[in-house]
C-alpha cells in the first residue's frame, strides 16, 4: 500500500512540473512576442492615418424669412495617409455639420484606400433644410452678422486601418469634435485646423 502511494506521489509531482514548464514556456513566448512587437513598432514608427478639413467656405447664409435659417456650405474633407510602407483603408466614414444644436448636413462616404504617403480629397456641398430658430437662435444669428463671425460644429468619427510592416494589421477610431468659424459677409472661413490627428 505505502509503495503505491510512493508512487502516486511522483506521478502527481511529475504532472505538476510537467504544467510549470509548459506555462514558463507560455510566458517567456508571450513576452518575447510583445517585446517584438513593441520593438518593431518604435523602430517602424508607424503614423496614424486621419481626416483634416482642407478648405471650407459658406456659400449661403440665408435668414430672411422670419425664424428661419437656410445655409449652404462647401467643405473639402482630406483622408491623409502619412505612412510610407502601408497603404490605409477607411470606413464608417460618419460626419455631422451643425448650427445651434440643428443638424444641417450628414457627410458620409463609402469605404476607400489612400495609397501609401498619400492623401485623397472628397468635396462635399452641405445644404440645409429650412431650420427653424427660436428667439436665441435668431439673436445668435444677428449677432454673428454684427460681429462679422459664425460659428458651425463638425462631429463625427471614422475608422482606418492600415498594416505594419510584420506586425499585421493595425485599427483605430479617429474622433472629430471641432467648431469652423466663417466671416458672413463674404463666407471665407476663419479656421481650418479640424482633423482627428489629435484624437
Not at 459658406?58 to 430672411?64: F, G, Q, R
Not at 428661419?68 to 491623409?80: D, E, F, G, K, Y
Not at 440643428?102 to 431650420?131: E, G, M, Q, T, Y
Not at 493595425?170 to 472661413?189: A, E, I, R, T
Request: glycine share 6%.
Amino acid at each position: 500500500m505505502s509503495r503505491l502511494s510512493r508512487t502516486g506521489g511522483r506521478r502527481t509531482k511529475l504532472w505538476i512540473w510537467c504544467a510549470a514548464i509548459i506555462c514558463t514556456i507560455i510566458a517567456i513566448a508571450v513576452i518575447v512576442t510583445g517585446l517584438v512587437v513593441f520593438i518593431g513598432y518604435m523602430i517602424i514608427g508607424p503614423r496614424i492615418p486621419f481626416i483634416s478639413v482642407a478648405y471650407a467656405h459658406l456659400d449661403a447664409l440665408d435668414n430672411s424669412q422670419a425664424e428661419i435659417l437656410q445655409i449652404q456650405m462647401t467643405l473639402v474633407i482630406r483622408a491623409q495617409n502619412d505612412n510610407a510602407k502601408a497603404h490605409a483603408t477607411y470606413s464608417d466614414f460618419n460626419i455631422f455639420l451643425s448650427f445651434h444644436g440643428f443638424d444641417i448636413a450628414n457627410l458620409r462616404n463609402d469605404p476607400f484606400d489612400v495609397p501609401k504617403n498619400s492623401s485623397v480629397d472628397f468635396k462635399f456641398v452641405a445644404v440645409s433644410l429650412p431650420i427653424p430658430l427660436d428667439p436665441l437662435g435668431e439673436e445668435e444669428v444677428d449677432l454673428s452678422r454684427k460681429q462679422n463671425k459664425i460659428t458651425f460644429d463638425l462631429k463625427g468619427s471614422v475608422r482606418t486601418r492600415w498594416k505594419v510592416g510584420l506586425l499585421g494589421s493595425v485599427k483605430f477610431w479617429g474622433h472629430m469634435d471641432c467648431q469652423l468659424q466663417f466671416f458672413p459677409y463674404n463666407g471665407s472661413s476663419i479656421n481650418t485646423g479640424c482633423s482627428t490627428k489629435s484624437h
